[in-house]
């Protein structure tokens, strides 16, 4: 997670408008995934009033030649919203859009997986899946370097970071607040956050979501357990090891769906 200049920009000014109120217009913030698999694009357009449910929600469209989702002779691009959240940003009434991706065919976009995704989830409704998810970072600083690090050298050797306590060695805890709070507000199913093994390395985990919420609620996740209403239920570890098994048959398949890297930032890949 790295800084950009916007970071020196005097953010009073900016609040001095957000106060402005609005009038019955609301501000809804389409997010999508853009054709490299990993990042995220967004734009805002007004609506004229507040959606109260994803149907009342528009399409919308966009320019698939500068996000490596088309060429420039079909590059027509359309949003579906999927799923609906309250804006930590801006506030109520305004909402943040997620969406799928469609090409100009009306098929889906390359990167648009989870359009198969929640075919998928539909199929096997009846056993209510349940997915927790972790996801780790690092705060990186203006000069490059992870937040606090020194700048010729490296930090001291782990121990005292994971879980840590006190401003030696917890780096960033305001932006980890801060972060935990918009999630709540936004509706996002945030079940906890703690320093990792790093200094400025940190991790929150989202879950138990059941079905398609769980890439909704946090799509860049990297780390998936799988779990079954069956596998809450007494006797429950034998359907665990069931679907170990199976995934186990398709690794590299699935790693191809999560990561477009293939893996290879996994830790010990």
């Known amino acids: 997670m790295a800084t950009s200049a916007s970071s020196h ?7 001095v408008y957000m106060s402005l109120p609005q009038g019955e217009k609301v501000q809804a913030m389409y997010i999508w995934i853009d054709g490299t698999g990993e990042g ?5 357009r007004t ?27 079909n590059s027509d691009m359309y949003l579906v919203p999927a799923a609906m959240f309250r804006d930590p940003f801006r506030k109520d009434p305004n909402k943040l859009v997620f969406c799928e991706v469609f090409k100009y065919n009306r098929k889906p976009a390359e990167t648009n997986l989870r359009h198969t995704c929640k075919q998928i989830m539909d199929m096997v409704c009846n056993q209510h899946p349940w997915f927790g998810m972790e996801q780790e970072y690092t705060l990186m600083g203006t000069d490059g370097h992870p937040f606090g690090w020194p700048s010729n050298g490296f930090p001291g050797p782990q121990g005292p970071y994971y879980c840590g306590v006190g401003a030696d060695k917890a780096y960033g805890r ?12 936004a509706g996002i199913k945030i079940g906890g956050t703690n320093a990792e093994v790093t200094p400025a390395q ?17 799509w860049v996740a990297r780390f998936i357990l799988h779990r079954t ?34 893996g290879l930032d996994n830790a010990g890949a």
């Open 9 to 15: 920009l005097n953010k009073g000014i900016k609040q």
């Open 229 to 262: 209403k069956a596998m809450r239920e007494e006797k429950g570890l034998k359907y665990t090891e069931e679907a170990i098994e199976k995934l186990s048959r398709r690794h590299q398949y699935h790693i191809r769906a999560y990561d477009p890297k293939g």
């Open 202 to 218: 940190w991790e929150f985990q989202i879950g138990p979501c059941e079905g398609i919420d769980m890439g909704d609620h946090l």
């Open 40 to 44: 995220l694009r967004c734009k805002t």
């Open 47 to 73: 609506l004229d009033c507040e959606p109260k449910c994803i149907e009342e929600l528009p399409e919308w469209n966009f320019d698939g030649s500068s996000t490596f989702q088309s060429e420039g002779s």
């Open 174 to 185: 305001d932006i980890v607040e801060a972060h935990y709070r918009a999630c709540l507000y």
